[in-house]
């Protein structure tokens, strides 16, 4: 089995794993040994919860490029790292940030980089991705043909699970030798953005997304989606409308999200909106077009108005928890 980095950015969480990061060291024990790589300090507790996921050896530092610059040092930080440990592969996250280092660690390393992967395992000693591809209608198995893979991972590929048996990793401080360009752009200002007190869209285990169909009103969607703890996501007809924001945007120019359920509300299916959600684990449609494309892809379909369907199910969601 080889040895697979898996990154943990730990500048914007300190000591807290995200749930993308306990899905990746979970994949990452099935296929080889764990070794994590941390942008930032590491603490007992941090420690504690990575050999919990079976990571025996950290590799981490706390140099103040990491957070003081955008993406470039980090992808130093991976790479360098993954050199030092002899990683066949490295698994990272698969928002724009872990993209970008998956591209800049792939130059470095001169590995293949395989991006949007869905599933990941060990075939012959080598990983292999399964991506899913022209808006969900192929399923392609890519394999690097180099001596270590990159593969960016989307969230909730596989269920987090930690080890069977913990393990007490080694911690080791790093110094990166970061290159000149990396230094080139340096945050100058951050602002936080205001908490909407929902999931992230990326990372969300529900999404609620809404259409045109809404009409310029997302309370509905709003409102299914608080009581099933779920994110917002939207089509671009709703995000160009000025209906949401652009980042609520779901599909091939917009974010692609893979969760346990995906409910599509007044949205009427397009190749462009599939390319972004279709590869979740359940989808639920409610449209009042029982022609609409949506429903070729849906698990479960509801043909009715989504004013009156959503707030039914709302109700019915609340009876059955009181
Ligand atoms: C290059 C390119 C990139 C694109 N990228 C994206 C992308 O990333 N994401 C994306 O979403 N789109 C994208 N699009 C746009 C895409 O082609 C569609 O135009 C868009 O997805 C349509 O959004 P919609 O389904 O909300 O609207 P519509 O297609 O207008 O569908 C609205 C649906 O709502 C239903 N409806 C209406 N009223 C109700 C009601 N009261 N109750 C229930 N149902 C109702 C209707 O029956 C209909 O099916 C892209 C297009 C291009 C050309």
Known sequence: MGTIVVFIDQVDTPGRLHPTALQ????????????AVVAGPVGAELAAELGAYGVARI????????ADYLVAPKADLVAQAAASVSATAVLLDNGPQGKEIAARVGVALNAGVVTDAVAVEAVDGALVAQK?????SYTVVARATSAVAVITVKSHSVEAAPAAAAAAPAVESVEVAFAPASLGARVVQRTPRAASGRPELEDARIVVAGGRGVDGDFGPVEELA???GAAVGASRAATDAGWIAHTAQVGQTGKKV???LYVSVG???AIQQKAGMQTSKVIVAVNKDPESPIF???????VGDLFK???QAVEEIKRRRA
């Open 267 to 269: 949205i009427s299916g």
């Open 24 to 35: 990746l060291l979970t994949l990452a024990r099935a296929a080889g040994e764990p070794v």
């Open 226 to 228: 608080d009581v099933l």
């Open 59 to 66: 590799l981490h530092s706390t140099q103040a490029e990491l």
């Open 258 to 260: 893979s969760p346990q």
């Open 296 to 302: 070729e892809i849906a698990d479960f379909g509801i």
């Open 132 to 136: 899913s591809v022209l808006a969900g």
């Open 309 to 311: 369907v959503l707030p």
